[in-house]
């Protein structure tokens, strides 16, 4: 009974080190995947801020035209350090596609001139805005 | 009991080595969240940079030149930070628009002459404008519409400035040659001087003033017609834009009264400029004299 207790004894101490190490092995790849998926989230969720941050556009200047038809004429710069990409234009709440390429990429620095036809009001005022697929907006309201 | 303590030793290490692990891990964890932040940070750092720059840029529109044939205005920069002014809209009083590009750099503190951009203008026209900035930023003159006729200077109604200077109004009784020029307040009874008077020229550009039908009229207080006298002017005459000269008249078709004769001088100027056939009169102030 003493030899068999003492043989047993090591080799279940041996077994017992090696399913420790095994699980915790285990344990610490399972933690990383864990770790490794949330970095990888976190990353791209950074990575969107970033290139939000880096983004901005304003509208410089607003045409109202008599026509017919009427038209509004809007002037867009880019002044952020991103490319951004002009997906929504809104005259007082309604989206409106303009004419010509839409949704239209604009470069750094450069400006688009985007045409809507419009029946538009002398003396009414118009909440303008355009947002890009960043969600970014340029806002302001104008008045013909 | 060494086997027991054997045994203890073992998990020791292999828990400390876990224990290890996993503060390593947590820690690398903690310190990629902290870079990741402090690179979104330095990002949105530079877009607040960006945005102090938006903030802070201050231009003045000032001095746009009336008669001009295009646009030509000064830009004062009173912010503090360059500015880049890439765009020119244009709009006439009418509604028709345009818009222009632009390359000027103007740094804090400076001020700019911009001439020659946007459409082409004539002398009646009234317009709107508005510059743009690579930064988005739109600036506009004071004034709404702004007038392209062309305007005297310095609030006279007038063209001309005659400044009323003891010695801008002169006679000579020798003709040229030889003149003797003189002040003209006073001019000799009984005779018949040649006349100069010194005029500046107020507008942006340069005028012609015509000879055949400018003139001096003197005519006694009395104003009876027979009582007047008359001196042409000698030579049409170029006068620079924002300058002045002489322009001299023929001698006096006929002689002075008397001393002590009293006179009303007329001048009358008829001129155009350099770059339209269009013929304008005015007058450049009412003298007067009188003989000694």
């Given at each position: 009974m003493k030899q068999k207790a003492a043989v047993s004894t090591i080799v279940a101490t041996i077994l017992m080190i090696n399913m420790a190490i095994v699980m915790g092995g285990i344990m610490i790849a399972w933690a990383m995947g864990l770790i490794g998926s949330y970095q990888g989230g976190t990353q791209i969720q950074y990575m969107l801020m970033d290139e939000r941050v880096q983004e901005a556009i304003t509208v410089e200047c607003v045409w109202f035209e008599s026509g017919p038809p009427k038209k509004i004429t809007f002037f867009v710069r880019n002044i952020g350090v991103r490319e951004a990409k002009l997906t929504t234009l809104y005259v007082n709440g309604t989206s409106y596609t303009p004419n010509g390429t839409w949704p239209y990429t604009l470069t750094v620095g450069s400006r688009v001139t985007l045409l809507v036809n419009y029946t538009w009001t002398s003396g009414a005022i118009y909440l303008i805005t355009i947002a890009t697929t960043r969600g970014n907006k340029a806002h302001g309201e104008w008045t013909p | 009991m060494s086997l027991i303590r054997k045994r203890r030793g073992v998990s020791g290490i292999i828990s400390g080595v876990f224990l290890v692990a996993v503060a390593v891990m947590i820690f690398n964890v903690l310190a990629w969240q902290f870079f990741q932040y402090d690179a979104y940070h330095r990002i949105a750092l530079e877009r607040d940079q960006r945005e102090w720059g938006r903030f802070n840029e201050r231009l003045a529109i000032l001095?746009?030149?009336?008669?001009?044939?295009y646009l030509n205005f000064t830009v004062r920069n009173y912010g503090s930070v360059s500015a880049h002014i890439v765009t020119l809209y244009f709009e006439f009083i009418n509604g028709t628009k345009s818009v222009h590009s632009l390359n000027v750099w103007i740094g804090p503190g400076t001020t700019k002459r911009i001439a020659n951009v946007g459409p082409k203008l004539t002398t009646t026209d009234k317009y709107d404008f508005m510059i743009a900035t690579e930064r988005g930023n739109t600036f506009r003159p004071s004034e709404q519409y702004v007038s392209n006729e062309i305007r005297p200077g310095?609030?006279?109604?007038?063209?001309?400035?005659?400044?009323?200077?003891?010695?801008?109004f002169q006679y000579s009784?020798?003709?040229?040659?030889n003149y003797d020029w003189q002040p003209a307040w006073r001019p000799p009874g009984q005779s018949r001087p040649y006349f100069r008077i010194f005029i500046n020229n107020t507008y942006p550009k340069d005028v012609i003033v015509l000879a055949s039908d400018s003139r001096m009229s003197f005519v006694l207080d009395d104003f009876q017609a027979s009582n007047k006298r008359l001196s042409s002017l000698s030579s049409s005459t170029t006068i620079s834009a924002n300058s002045g000269l002489y322009l001299y008249f023929t001698q006096l078709d006929q002689k002075f009264g008397g001393p002590g004769s009293h006179y009303y001088v007329f001048i009358e100027i008829f001129y155009k400029f350099t770059d339209s056939p269009e013929i304008y009169g005015t007058t450049v102030g009412i003298l007067a004299v009188y003989t000694i």
């Amino acid at each position: 009974m003493k030899q068999k207790a003492a043989v047993s004894t090591i080799v279940a101490t041996i077994l017992m080190i090696n399913m420790a190490i095994v699980m915790g092995g285990i344990m610490i790849a399972w933690a990383m995947g864990l770790i490794g998926s949330y970095q990888g989230g976190t990353q791209i969720q950074y990575m969107l801020m970033d290139e939000r941050v880096q983004e901005a556009i304003t509208v410089e200047c607003v045409w109202f035209e008599s026509g017919p038809p009427k038209k509004i004429t809007f002037f867009v710069r880019n002044i952020g350090v991103r490319e951004a990409k002009l997906t929504t234009l809104y005259v007082n709440g309604t989206s409106y596609t303009p004419n010509g390429t839409w949704p239209y990429t604009l470069t750094v620095g450069s400006r688009v001139t985007l045409l809507v036809n419009y029946t538009w009001t002398s003396g009414a005022i118009y909440l303008i805005t355009i947002a890009t697929t960043r969600g970014n907006k340029a806002h302001g309201e104008w008045t013909p | 009991m060494s086997l027991i303590r054997k045994r203890r030793g073992v998990s020791g290490i292999i828990s400390g080595v876990f224990l290890v692990a996993v503060a390593v891990m947590i820690f690398n964890v903690l310190a990629w969240q902290f870079f990741q932040y402090d690179a979104y940070h330095r990002i949105a750092l530079e877009r607040d940079q960006r945005e102090w720059g938006r903030f802070n840029e201050r231009l003045a529109i000032l001095e746009i030149v009336a008669g001009a044939q295009y646009l030509n205005f000064t830009v004062r920069n009173y912010g503090s930070v360059s500015a880049h002014i890439v765009t020119l809209y244009f709009e006439f009083i009418n509604g028709t628009k345009s818009v222009h590009s632009l390359n000027v750099w103007i740094g804090p503190g400076t001020t700019k002459r911009i001439a020659n951009v946007g459409p082409k203008l004539t002398t009646t026209d009234k317009y709107d404008f508005m510059i743009a900035t690579e930064r988005g930023n739109t600036f506009r003159p004071s004034e709404q519409y702004v007038s392209n006729e062309i305007r005297p200077g310095q609030g006279q109604a007038m063209p001309f400035i005659f400044g009323f200077g003891y010695t801008d109004f002169q006679y000579s009784i020798n003709g040229p040659p030889n003149y003797d020029w003189q002040p003209a307040w006073r001019p000799p009874g009984q005779s018949r001087p040649y006349f100069r008077i010194f005029i500046n020229n107020t507008y942006p550009k340069d005028v012609i003033v015509l000879a055949s039908d400018s003139r001096m009229s003197f005519v006694l207080d009395d104003f009876q017609a027979s009582n007047k006298r008359l001196s042409s002017l000698s030579s049409s005459t170029t006068i620079s834009a924002n300058s002045g000269l002489y322009l001299y008249f023929t001698q006096l078709d006929q002689k002075f009264g008397g001393p002590g004769s009293h006179y009303y001088v007329f001048i009358e100027i008829f001129y155009k400029f350099t770059d339209s056939p269009e013929i304008y009169g005015t007058t450049v102030g009412i003298l007067a004299v009188y003989t000694i």
